[in-house]
């Protein structure tokens, strides 16, 4: 206002009070940034700030105050919106914190009681009502209802939960009240982690924030010095006043104000967009290198799969039903903690164990139900016998095949498989069509491997990989070009390291595998890596541009400045119209890829129907 009002005296021929307002103007104008650029000088750092507040001085030497103080309001307003980006760009990782209600009600033998949500300890047992929100992560001890986990996750369906089911802090509850033991206090969860990596995010710098900074940082010294030389021409050639004027304006046009800026924005508004989504970051540096990447390999198991075996074929022996041979396994599996034998029990409940039951490691497990002495193992322990063509068929299908063998005589084989996730056909889709190369690896083997692999559309597959192999594996295919890694578990956690870039499925990863991963999902979507590199590639793309344009600036500005063909209100207008735009088109990083908004896939068909 004073400094429009100032220039409205200084047109109708006022000059005193034009002055004066413009001194306010200029003061108010520089309050902003001369004090910081001096505290950084005084620790012998140089910045953008610094030329600013040289020039704002000669100009204000050579009498040029409404031109010191526009060049103090524009570079005041840039650095404002500057602020305003980072924040916005913010905002979404503190409104994460606010899905954390400020109170919860908590079961004692007392009865329920409401306590802060910060103090909420390990073990305890919350009451959640309908509708309420979680206050912290734990695991489903009374009741059955579903959870909006979107805010989270970014799934869109609900999530059907029952005792036993693992929640996250900041779902929100169904129709039905739920009693949930914490695994995790008030003040540490999930969410607050997932807040705290993306926060950090932009304290590491990835590789265009360093080749903004390598190219800002050495630009305030050479610009001094380009002034100062202009300077000195001036007091040769004998007109010191109209040199040193250019010398600032020089000053001005060759500042490198918009450069500083041009990542940072772009980093933090990108990395704060896709936690929204349920992608978690953890560094600006992991951002940039995601953006590169040409070729994407996934563990197959609690990866492309779901990680939960099932019965999907039965096939009976001569004399014998599918009902018998399935109740026949799964009373010598009911004591067992193989995740085959849950599959096995899972598909014939209410079956009564079996009678001296014994495990053969590595083969199978030993027993009786009556006076049927039974073994239940392998096709390496137990020769499928006249099955053998089944097994085979069976085998290549994907499936675990687990022969049933009653008093020496073969009963029957169960195909168990872990299948698919529904969309994992499409993710490879998805992500082939992006022009990238999908890779299985996976400890299972080859023949399991390949048939799911096709299932799944992925032509490469590396069987039977120990966690050193796979690690050797991802190696080789860095050296090929930028590889991520995708994966859940434990044996994953080498790879994940030794990858581009490390991807952990966040929900139900190993805490191994989430802490050597660059980035970390929150939900279990597999389409979330195609709509997150998108989103990288975008960034990348941004940040690009930006520098560009930020450069073409100060090439385009300097002889401008230098010729005086532009003057120092010219050259400030120019050079913070660009910071602008740079600052608008950093920020315009955060609108999220119409691929992260996902719909629910269709589920593949059972295999298996039994009574």
Known sequence: MTLLAGYLFEWIGVPVPALVLQGIALLAGAYTFVPGAIRRLLRRRLGVGLLMTIAAVGAVALGHVGEAATLAFLFSLAEALEDRAMDRAKEGLRALLALIPDSVRVSRLAGDVTIPAVEVRELDILVVGAGERVATDGVVVEGRSSLDTSAITGESIPVEVGPGSEVAAGSVNGSATLR?????????NSLTQIVELVEQAHARKGERARLADRIARPLVPIVLIAASLVAVFGFIVGDPGLWIERALVVLVAASPCALAIAVPVTVISAIGSASKFGVVIKSGEAFEQFGTIRTVALDKTGTLTRNEPQVVEIEAAAGRTREDVLALAAALEATSTHPLAAAITAASPGTA????VVEEAGHGIIGRVGSTRLRVGNVRWLNPGPLQSRA???AGAGMTVVVVEADGQIAGLIGVRDELRPEAAETIRMLSAQGIRTVMLTGDNERTARALAAQAGVTDVRAEQLPRDKADAIAALVAEGPTAMVGDGINDAPALATATVGIAMGVKGSAAAIESADIAFTGNDLRLIPGALAHARRGRRIMTVNIGLALAIIIVLFPLA????????????????????????????????????????????AALTHA
């Open 392 to 394: 085979d068929d069976m």
């Open 353 to 356: 164990p079996g009678e001296d």
């Open 562 to 605: 230098l010729f005086g063909i532009l003057g120092l209100a010219g050259v400030v207008l120019v050079h913070e119209v660009a910071e602008v735009v740079v600052i608008l088109n950093g920020v315009s990083a955060a609108r999220r890829p119409a691929s992260t908004r996902l719909q629910q896939p269709a589920e593949p068909q």
């Open 180 to 188: 949930i033991e914490a695994t995790a206090d008030g003040r540490d």
